[in-house]
């Protein structure tokens, strides 16, 4: 029985943490300067993306832009390829993904398909559609052993909390 409520406490707890993280991630990301919110973006993408743009996997990005919008937390940005992988502020790309943090982490620790979350509507391609088809295959290539020990083990403990306390669908 104490087990039973510590768990439904643990489960209450864990939801109300879940519904205010977006606030709080949005006010924090709205007193950061741009410069360095792409910055940021723009150095992680290049550690987790660096055996594909090496290989050549980004080719079709070249001189296209990819909008990224992280809905829950209003963070917007794009993605393109010069000589190298680059990220500006949000203007006009040529596809848009859009999708909710929490599906984010899904698809990155491979719980969640992005096909699934395209048909239920919870990611979201705007656009050029053939260009974000192939943006939406290539997330399900990234790897995250690319990213620092740190962040693999916040991600995919996160996917765990979240695929636990997903409503069954």
């Given at each position: 029985m104490a087990q039973a409520l510590s768990q439904q406490l643990s489960q209450h707890l864990a939801q109300k943490v879940l519904h205010f993280a977006?606030?709080?991630?949005?006010?924090?990301l709205s007193v950061m300067p741009e410069t360095l919110k792409i910055a940021a973006i723009n150095?992680?993408?290049?550690?987790?993306l660096a055996e594909q743009l090496q290989s050549g996997e980004l080719?079709?990005?070249?001189?296209?832009?990819?909008?990224?919008?992280v809905d829950d937390i209003g963070l917007r940005f794009e993605v393109g390829i010069?000589?190298?992988?680059?990220?500006?502020?949000?203007?006009?790309?040529?596809?848009?993904?859009?999708?909710?943090?929490?599906?984010?982490?899904?698809?990155?620790?491979?719980?969640?398909?992005?096909?699934?979350l395209f048909f239920?509507?919870?990611?979201?391609?705007?656009?050029?559609?053939e260009l974000g088809l192939q943006v939406k295959n290539l997330l399900l290539s990234i790897e995250l052993d690319n990213l620092p020990k740190p962040a693999q083990?916040?991600?995919?403990?996160?996917?765990?909390?979240?695929?636990?306390?997903r409503p069954s669908e």
């Open positions: 977006p606030q709080v991630s949005r006010r924090s150095t992680l993408l290049n550690r987790v080719d079709f990005l070249k001189h296209k832009w990819v909008g990224i919008c010069a000589q190298q992988l680059q990220v500006r502020s949000f203007t006009q790309p040529d596809v848009t993904l859009s999708a909710n943090m929490p599906e984010l982490i899904l698809v990155a620790a491979g719980i969640e398909d992005p096909d699934t239920q509507r919870k990611l979201r391609i705007e656009g050029d559609t083990i916040g991600i995919e403990q996160l996917a765990k909390m979240l695929h636990m306390l």
